[in-house]
């Protein structure tokens, strides 16, 4: 029977924020500090999660875990992620609802992580197969790059995001991944010309320099010394917990599994290093004769590097760096940079490069992961973005960040109000108007065409004239002074507030109010990059340089000015929100415990902060305005059945009216629920407490009841135990008593049996013994007579040779004796067999080998005589090839027991290759079909290969058009590996009239045979000149008038058990063979 469980069962404080009582700010903090002290860092908020994050492993990830939450209800077990994730999966691949997870937090909260541990569970719980694999290998492995590029250490965090991602995953109708789309918002490109103290430029900076070869640093200039470079801040360079010679690898990885061409991998390279020298570039005044100032650049070294790198000419990148061209309609005016507009140029320049770099990183992966299949996708997207930012500072970037998260709480509160009021619609419960908040006053501050900060801050930048800051201010203070989000000091509400500086202006957000100086705004917003720069960009040789500088083209000269940053962030802001209004939303609200990093450490004041601006209290009041709680029928009827008599322990009608029984016997207030169409809801908290209360106290009674019935079932068993245990004890025991009296007397009755028959045999032996004796003494006296009439019989005959005789009739009788064994004991006629029958006599040693000699002799002519000339030739081949390969080959043992068959392809008899047939006039003497490799890509060609006397031949398999034909003398060695493959080259004299389009790779089944024959055949038709036969697991094959390396590894080839050939790049072709047993 299947163990029900909830998310109330073993509950450390409250597991889900909406059943919080009392409900106030304080006690929303203890109960995320009671659950983060017991490492629950989860809680609900209905179907929001909050994660707290750990800043440290906790074993609550593994595959066992997966399988647990994988296909259960989102509240039938402990918050987690993989609930939320679980929820999300199922509602997409069953109920066909387009999905989206929405994440959110300060920096250091983890959203990152999030997303990831939101994207493998999906990866887990999805389809299997090999394309299906490959689109989740894909889709997880974009993160290392994306992170590369777009992630550094800040003081908050090790690895925090600086770009706002949106994945959107595509599956098909049985919920595998099809392919994905990614999205990037506002990269803080600021930060690779200039970052804060304690904190580090992008991580691929670091990682190139740590993790590149020596050799790939040389191709790139560079040197590993961090300190040769200006953009890359030293005090914070190395990072603990972060190894970035090891990420770099992982990110090279990453992008070749993701499908990057190793020439698109050496470019962006390039342009990471390119960026690294523009920082060292340095200006230096320079006075005109007509007084004015202008810049030259002081060192020239590192921008004539930099030019290489991108192919530039280095005087066009000077004269851009040194001169500006303002180009209005028909006129152009050039005008000198001094060295502040100098410095200025050089930071846009590489601010353009690094930010452009990173949007065509995108676009390039999103090439590779999105879906080649044209039917209707169901999506899920993964929105990890910035959280709420207050800083100590706030700028134009913090502003355009919180106008972001104003329009996702926005749309969170639209989104969890109309999925509230469907569900009440969808039961049947009446649905009332909720108070809440509405935060559309402060988008509308910020977003409106006409008022808003974001149309007046592109109209002053549009304006002609003097525009600064201070212009951009008082032009707010005109417009927005009265609008109650909006304080500035020239308010008359604010004149005396000192709080509120004159550079600066306040706006009241939904988390809070941020103070905002207007420094910088105007110019971040316009990010200017001279057209000059962009021109100079585009003239360069590499072509990636030229796909991310298109305005440079002078063909296509647009003098219309670029959208600024504000309007272009708003446009994609506005996209964004358009997309998640089509899907049902997930909620996941991070947050971290401490600005320490640390683990066990939770900051109240921190925690109650971020509490504040995420606007979770907002939430809970939300869900809570109407019912608290709700509950399916079924899981409530059997949670709280056993509270009642008539419905424990089982109810035997519907559901509902089980739950109607049970709700009238607890007389609980009919105010306090309501009954819907498939669920019961509970409006307050303390009504569920009052009933988990009262099932706690029933479980108590239910577990006395089972112990007491235990208890008495368990002292009966053992007394009737007892009781079979004396009956058996005593049964045994009386056969064992039996058994020995038994024994004793079988004993004695042996012993009486053993002596009687001890007498009777001693008697009989007696006998015996004389009878024996008189026998013996009559057989020895007969023997003696005998002896003596025989004696004196022959005394006359012997002479003194007798001994001379007798010796040689021995010998004479022990050859006689050998060779009839010998005769009788001849080994098999088999030459190999190598038994022989042993001799018997040492003198014999002599002649036993040499007979042993002789009869091999023999019975190898005998074999001999039995062949014929074809089996003779067949012998004769078989013998040059263990010459040619034994010991060197690892093919050829395999290769011994097959029989050279020759025309595999039955030439004159097929009349597929009639044609083929008589446009080779010699005898065929092998036929056979080869794979000829292509050196473009390494595949595999099918060909047909003849060899004749004097030529070789390479037919086309289909129509049999002979492709190329190579006669024997021009045939200078043959080359093969050490390896169990079947590839090898023909190498053609250099000169001859066969060596123009190159030597030839080829791959065949019967390599032995072919190159066999091939040296043998080649001997006879160059004179008794043999082909060299090369092995070797390296050699060089001439491709026209180019030389390619092929190299054979041992690995695990693509298609199984056979080798496969890969060009790595121009001059190297790899061969994967399957490693040997």
Known sequence: MEVKTSLLDNMIGVGDMVLLEPLSEDSFIANLKNRFDHNEIYTYIGSVVISMNPYRSLPIYTPDKVEEYRNRNFYELSPH??????????????????????????????????????????????????????????????????????????????????????????????GDPLGGVISNYLLEKSRVVKQPRGERNFHVFYQLLSGASDDTLKKLKLDRDFSKYNYLSLDS?????????????????????????????????????????????????????????????????????????LGIEQSVLERAFSYRT?????????????????????????????????????????????????????????????GFEIFEDNSFEQFIINYCNEKLQQIFIELTLREEQEEYIREGIEWTNIEYFNNATICDLIENNQTGILAMLDEECLRPGTVT???????????????????????????????????????????????????????????????????AMYKATQSLIKQLFPEGNPAKVNLKRPPTAGSQFKASVGTLMRNLQTKNPNYIRCIKPNDKKASHIFTESLVCHQVRYLGLME????????????????????????????????????????????????????????????????????????????????????????????????????????????????????????????????????????????????????????????????????????????????????????????????????????FLGLKSNMPPMSPIDKNWPTRPYRFLDGAHKELRRIFHLWRCKKYRSQFTEEKKAVYEEKLEASELFKDKKALYPSSVNQPFKGDYLEISKNPKYQKLNSAVEEKVLLADVVNKINRANGKGTARIFLLTKKNVFLADQKTGQVKASVP?????????????????????????????????????????????????????????????????????VQFKQDKVCVKFIQGSPKNGNSASCKRKNNRLLEVSVPMTA
């Open 968 to 1036: 024997l003398p021009d045939l200078a060695s043959v080359s093969v590996s050490t390896q169990s493959d079947g590839f090898f080259a023909l190498r053609l004299k250099e000169g001859s009239a066969s060596a123009i389009k190159g030597d030839f790779l080829l791959s065949s089944e019967h390599l032995i045979e072919i190159i066999t024959k091939l040296h043998r055949t080649g001997a006879k038709a160059t004179d008794k000149e043999q082909i060299n036969v090369d092995i070797s697991d390296e050699f060089l």
């Open 326 to 386: 303002v180009e209005a309609k028909l006129e152009k005016v050039s005008t000198t940079l001094n060295v502040a507009q100098a410095y200025y140029a050089r930071d846009a320049l590489a601010k353009n490069l690094y930010s452009r770099l990173f949007s065509w990183l995108v676009t390039r992966i999103n090439e590779s992961i999105k879906a080649q299949a044209k039917t209707r996708h169901k999506v899920m997207g993964v929105l990890d973005i910035y």
């Open 619 to 818: 939430n809970v009041r939300v869900r809570r305005a109407g019912y608290a709680f709700r509950q399916a029928y079924e899981p409530c009827l059997e949670r709280y059945k056993m509270l009642c008599k008539r419905t424990w322990p089982h109810w035997r009608g519907p559901a509902r009216e089980g739950v109607e029984v049970l709700m009238a016997d607890l007389q609980v207030p009919t105010d306090e629920f309501a009954y819907g169409r498939s669920k019961i809801f509970i409006r307050n908290p303390r009504t569920l407490f009052f009933l988990e209360e009262r099932r706690r106290q029933c479980l108590q009674d239910l577990a006395t009841l089972i112990q007491k019935i235990y208890r008495g079932w368990k002292c009966r068993a053992q007394f009737l135990l007892l009781k079979k245990s004396q009956i058996v004890v005593s049964a045994w025991y009386r056969r064992y008593a039996q058994q020995k009296k038994y024994q004793r007397i079988k004993s004695a009755t042996t012993l009486v049996q053993s002596y009687t028959r001890g007498w009777q045999a001693r008697k009989l032996l007696r006998q015996l013994k004389y009878q024996k004796r008189c026998e013996e003494a009559v057989t020895t006296i007969a023997a003696f007579w005998h002896g003596t009439q025989v004696r004196r019989e022959y005394r006359k005959f012997f002479r003194a040779n007798a001994g001379k005789k007798i010796y040689d009739f021995t010998i004479q009788r022990i050859m006689q004796k050998y």
């Open 81 to 174: 992620i993989y609930a939320l994730a679980d929820e999300a999966y199922r509602s997409l691949r069953d109920q066909d609802k387009d999905q989206c997870i929405l994440i959110t937090g300060e920096s250091g909260a983890g959203k990152t992580e999030a997303s990831k541990l939101v994207m493998s569970y999906v990866a887990a719980v999805c389809g299997k197969g090999q394309e299906v694999n490959k689109v989740k290998e894909q889709l997880l492995q974009s993160n290392p790059v994306l992170e590369a590029f777009g992630n550094a250490k800040t003081v908050r965090n090790d690895n925090s995001s600086r770009f706002g991602k949106y994945m959107d995953i595509e599956f098909d109708f049985k």
């Open 469 to 535: 800051d201070e212009t951009f201010l008082d032009k707010l203070n005109t417009i927005c002074a009265e609008h109650q989000h909006f304080e500035s000091r020239l308010s008359k509400k604010f004149l005396t507030d000192h709080s509120l500086p004159h550079s600066c202006f306040r706006i009241q957000h939904y988390a809070g109010k941020v103070l905002y100086r207007a420094e910088g705004f105007v110019d971040k917003n316009n990010d200017l990059l001279y057209r000059d720069l962009s021109q």
């Open 237 to 309: 360079a190395a990072v603990n917990g972060l190894d970035d010679a090891a990420n770099f690898r992982t990110v090279r990885n990453a992008m070749q599994i993701v499908g990057f061409m190793e020439d698109e991998v050496q470019s962006v390279l390039e342009l990471v290093a390119a960026v690294l020298k523009l920082g060292n570039i340095e200006f230096k005044p320079d006075s005109r004769s007509n007084g004015g100032d202008e810049s030259r650049i002081k060192d020239k070294n590192d921008l004539k590097e930099m030019c290489e790198l």
